[in-house]
């Protein structure tokens, strides 16, 4: 198994352009939000509280586990971020104008557009193509540079 260091150096080889890098930091969390809706609208038949268990919630606790099995300080910032993302998706749920499965819908595929754009202007393709599992390392990439700028280990 390769370690998260590995991970990150491996992804950023195709992510060296100024540009592609901003696209990055704003498309990688909308496509992690959006996925997370997508999946916070496919409620479960149970409740803990009063509150709807939703399949984002499960596969959140699971993502949580894959970060924290490639860092022991990783996985904080991403169930910081991971539940923030579950909580805008419970009020755009309970009060937003469109539906949260449209509103992520829109969100993915312009989100997408723009990596792909990245890519083109970087020159290289997406680290995805070569393996699934960059999929994962994209938001972790990310939140390695809060990390570094805050002083904080891997």
Known sequence: ???????????????QNETNKTIHWICVPAIFFSVVGLLYGIKLPFEISGYHINV??????????????LSGTLWIGMLLFGAFCLLICHFIEIRFFVPL????????????????????????????????????????????????KLGIKL
């Open 1 to 15: 198994m390769k370690t998260l260091e590995q991970w990150l150096g491996e992804y950023g080889e195709s992510h």
């Open 101 to 148: 499965w449209l509103f992520c819908i829109i969100v993915f595929v312009i989100a997408w557009v723009g990596q792909f754009y990245g890519h083109k202007v970087e020159g290289k393709k997406p680290s995805f193509l070569k393996d699934l599992q960059f999929l994962m390392i994209g938001p972790a990439w990310l939140m390695s540079f809060i990390y570094r």
């Open 56 to 69: 984002a919630m499960v596969v959140m606790l699971l993502v949580i586990i894959y970060y924290a099995s």
